[in-house]
C-alpha cells in the first residue's frame, strides 16, 4: 500500500525497515529549536477547490469528535535558508479537510489508486512539490520529541501507544511527547515542547533550559497528510523522569513502553512493528535519530 505512495515523491528520503514501506520520508539536520522557524505574521490561504472536497471529511470527524476545536495552528509555507521551515498561521479544520482528508482518500482508495484531492495538493503545491511546498494547504507542523530516560544499558526512549477512540492515528505507536506548534507563541518550538512535555509526560522545564537541551535531528514528511513534523531528541535526568509512569496513562495513551537505543534494539524493534502500527511521525523521529546515533550510516 505505501510502496506506491512512496513511488509518488521520488525525492523523497523514505522510512524503510525490514522490508516494510513506512509512509514517512525524512529530511535529517542538526540544528537548535528556537532557530529552526522563520514565521510570517500574515494567513495562510488553503486553495478553495482542496478545502471544498476536503469539507464531506471535515464533517465526518466532526461529527465522531465532537469536542474537536477549531484553534490557530502554525502551517508550513516552503524550506527556506538552511532547512529552516517558514511558516504562517492557519487553522485547524482547515488541516483537516486539506491534508488528514488526503490520509483518508488514500486509506480508502481501490486498486486504481483514484486519488482527486492528491491529485489537487500536489498540483496546488506548484513545481516544487508538497514536500518543499506547502502552498494551498494547511499542513500544520507537528513537533515530535524523542525523549529518552536513563537505562541500565543506555537511554531508553518514551513511546506511547495512542488511546483507540482518538481521531487521529489511534491505537498506534507515538513518541512521547509530540502536538501541533501554535503561532500565538514567541517561540512555537520549544513552547510546543514545554507544553506537551508537562502534559503527557508531567515533566516540567523551562523554555530556558528547553532551548539549552532540545535537539533538531531533522524533518519528517508524513507522506499520507502530507505535513511536515520537527523531530528533537530530549535527554531526561533520572530524576526529571520518575514522573513518566504516573501521568502518561491520564493522557492521549493506553500504554507506555521503553525502546533501549542502540543499533540492536532499534533493528530488533523494527522487526517486531509495521507499518500500520507506527505513526508516520514516529517512524520519521526514529529513523532520524536512529541515523544520528554513532555507528549508522
Known sequence: MYASLIERYPSANAVVRA???YPSATIPLAARAEAFLDVHEGEHLVDSDLYTAGEPHLSTTRRSQPAMHDGAVLVFVDIGERGRLVAAPCNYFAMIATCDSLRSEWLTAGVDRH???????????GTGGPLV?????AAAIGVS?????PGQSGPLAVLGRR????????????????????PFESEPLLETARRELAEEL????????????LVVVGIAFDLLRLRPE????LDLTGAEARTILDSSTRSEFDSIEFLRLDRSAITAWWQTVG??????????ALALVEKSLSGFG
Open 133 to 137: 511546498s506547502g502552498a494551498g494547504r
Open 163 to 182: 488511546r483507540r477512540d482518538l481521531a487521529v492515528d489511534p491505537g498506534q505507536i507515538h513518541v512521547v511527547p509530540s502536538g501541533i506548534a501554535e
Open 230 to 233: 520537527v523531530c528533537m531528541r
Open 275 to 284: 507499518p500500520d502500527d507506527v505513526t508516520p511521525a514516529a517512524a520519521g
Open 115 to 125: 486519488t482527486p484531492l492528491r491529485d489537487r495538493a500536489d498540483a496546488a503545491s
Open 145 to 149: 520529541i524523542v525523549t529518552t530516560k
Open 19 to 21: 522490508a516494510n514501506f
Open 202 to 213: 508531567g515533566v516540567v522545564l523551562s523554555i530556558k533550559q528547553l532551548a539549552r537541551r
